[in-house]
């Protein structure tokens, strides 16, 4: 049974959202504060965080900072800041998704299925990709990479990202294509939401982001994968 934090502060919000998360028969809990989610994220490890980013006690922005210290937990967030600005500062602290309210918990739970659909699928591919003698390897099993021999910590949707254009070598791919295929049909962000989890990965995995070798941007088609040696 998956294992899902959510972090919300409204009362009739939060009830709704474990009601509904409930029937799908996953184990939930709930936080009204920001510092009691923090506190059981720190005791239990959860496969998701539903998190609100205007909290009473301490802002969702730093919440999701320190969950993501020491999480690779998925990470959706919930706001009333629907300014693209607002949502690509989010992306870059280290949130996978996010909801504009008011929203349907119909919709939620809808991209919450699709979600773990896609952890289920990942997991039955069983396989390390080793790229340029090495230097980057992909681990879809245990959903790891290694930069020259270190661990990097990518969050679910960086690698999830990752994972598709390597295992697509040289075929490029639009945004809309990785948005799909990443967040669901049903997403209804913008392809910014793309370049910003690119721009993420690439300082995470290039030596030189002005010059990266594995994600390649193709002027006003996409990105395609460039390592070799697979």
Sequence with gaps: ???????EDETSVLEAIAAYLRKEDYEVFTADRGYKGLEYSGANDFDLVILDLMLPDISGEEVCRRIRAKSSAYIFMLTAKSSLEDRIRGLEIGADEYLVKPFSPR????RVNALFRRIKDDSQQVNISSYDGGDLLIDRDRREVKVRGEVIQLTPIEFDI??????NPGI???RETLIEKVLGADFEGVDRTIDVHIKNIR???EEDTKSPKYII???????KFGGGDN
């Design 203 to 205: 300082k995470k995995i």
């Design 217 to 223: 941007t193709v002027f006003k088609l996409g990105y």
């Design 172 to 174: 490029v791919l639009s």
């Design 107 to 110: 919709e939620l739970v809808a």
């Design 1 to 7: 049974m998956s294992k899902i934090l959510i972090i």
């Design 162 to 167: 990752l994972e598709i254009l390597s295992s």
